[in-house]
């Protein structure tokens, strides 16, 4: 890559992270992608404790010019990421906000026209909004492509359409400050649903090195036609499918002898490095594998709200063990209530879940899944949430009930490490999650006082 950044700034660090997976494999980065406020803070704590830089990234499903599902512009996202950040006291600058799937997906039921208009106005508001890492992804057929729907469109659509949203981007780019870091691109695509995979029986095949090869061949060549040489210079990564994925009640697990043509191709021809996808509730031993075979951007979503949703339910348990036996509050209903809210806006996870009434139900509330990320947002839910943590922020609950069902957190407690306070207990269970990518990823390499 002959492009330079101005020093200092983030997609600078970012881009030498990449250049040192590439020479010692040992370098690689996570992706926390979530809207989460626990989650967000919960990573904020990490990178200030490593000293590491924290990228964050939104879905187009999730914040796009009309809100999405978090009722989030790109601007507004940005906005709140960097209120959350001052509340907190954690440097801007050491935070990469990244853009995922930015295509025409979320309009794919429209025309090509539209749906790449509306696309385009994405990839611009992102890219105004300060957001440096981007996914072009415009592999998803709208309605009147030709052939078959189940299948992928032909490389050659693709990648002028992504060419086409980088353009927008570049153009975005070029309105902003002087200064301003240029953005950083990830093509390529694995991800058939943005949110999660619904296969339940079959690990998903292993990208061949053919394929990248010409995915990244006829990008290169839709970029050049659109005079995007510079924008090609500052292609990060490509997305390829190593293997890893998840449903509702299956993990499929990393097999590292299985990418060794990959790795080899990203040394010698790509030298350049993947981005893998769908990476949740992968083992230490997995993750530390995939960084050292180049997949340095290591994407994580539903397994961060499902440590939350884990740490919520196990205070909720408490909640009700300790504080209705003392009728010391108003009970909190919590899990209740977002069964209730589920049942009540099925469109998130009906799709997804498989089953009789008691499947169902056991999926709602423990599936990897974890649908349930979509409706702690819900204002009954957010409201029974407040209520579980004034509880048990006004009537702490015993040591030995947090033994039982947070132990980590309760030796935590105990050698004075953490307090007994609810939100703090939430937020070291996500901790949990995210050390476990930091451990992998060896975020120490960019260790930095910023």
């Not at 796009?64 to 907190?88: I, M, V």
């Not at 839709?222 to 990564?237: N, P, Q, T």
């Not at 003392?326 to 009540?344: C, F, G, I, N, Y």
Request: glycine share 6%; with cysteine; charged share 20%.
């Amino acid at each position: 890559m002959s492009y330079r950044f101005q020093p200092g700034n983030s997609s600078e660090k970012l881009l030498q992270l990449s250049r040192a997976n590439l020479e010692k494999g040992s370098a690689g980065i996570p992706s926390l992608c979530s809207a989460n406020r626990f989650v967000l803070e919960a990573g904020m704590e990490h990178a200030s404790r490593e000293g590491s830089l924290l990228l964050v990234e939104a879905t187009s499903n999730q914040v796009n010019q009309y809100g999405g599902y978090t009722g989030q512009t790109p601007a507004q996202f940005a906005a709140s990421l960097g209120e959350l950040a001052a509340q907190r006291q954690f440097p801007a600058e050491q935070m990469i906000l990244g853009g995922d799937h930015l295509g025409p997906h979320v309009w794919k039921a429209e025309p090509a026209s539209s749906a790449m208009a509306k696309a385009c106005e994405l990839v611009r508001s992102y890219v105004t909004a300060g957001f440096t890492k981007i996914h072009l992804d415009a592999s998803m057929p709208c309605t009147d492509d030709p052939g078959d729907r189940l299948k992928p469109l032909a490389d050659e659509i693709v990648s002028a359409r992504q060419a086409e949203l980088c353009q927008a981007a570049e153009l975005a780019f070029q309105r902003l400050p002087p200064g301003a870091p240029p953005p950083l691109y990830v093509i390529g695509t694995e991800v058939p649903i943005p949110g999660g995979e619904l296969a339940e029986s079959k690990a998903p095949e292993v990208t061949r090195v053919e394929d990248v090869a010409r995915t990244v061949e006829c990008s290169r060549e839709a970029f050049l036609r659109l005079g995007l040489e510079e924008a090609w210079d500052r292609v990060l990564a490509v997305v390829v499918q190593p293997g890893v994925e998840f449903g509702d009640s299956v993990v499929f697990a990393y097999d590292r002898g299985k990418v060794r043509a990959l790795g080899e191709f990203a040394e010698t021809v790509w030298q350049r490095v993947f981005e893998a996808h769908s990476t949740d509730y992968q083992t230490p031993t997995a993750l530390r594998q995939m960084v050292q075979d180049h997949f340095a951007i290591l994407k994580v979503g539903p397994a961060l709200t499902f440590a939350f949703r884990e740490a919520v339910f196990a205070l909720a348990i408490m909640e009700e063990e300790y504080l209705d036996s003392h009728r010391a509050a108003k009970p909190s209903k919590v899990r209740t209530v977002l069964e209730d809210a589920m049942l009540q806006n099925p469109g998130y996870w009906n799709k997804y879940y498989r089953g009789n009434d008691a499947a169902l139900t056991f999926s709602r509330k423990y599936s990897y899944s974890d649908r349930s990320r979509y409706y702690w947002p819900v204002p009954a839910v957010e409201k029974a949430l407040e209520q579980l943590i004034l509880n048990l922020s006004h009537t702490p609950l015993p040591l030995s009930l947090v033994s039982q069902y947070l132990p980590r957190q309760y030796w935590a407690v105990r050698e004075g490490r953490l307090t007994n306070h609810p939100v703090d207990l939430i937020r070291d269970k996500i901790l949990e999650v995210i050390s476990i990518y930091g451990g992998a990823c060896g975020l120490d390499f960019l260790a930095t006082t910023f």
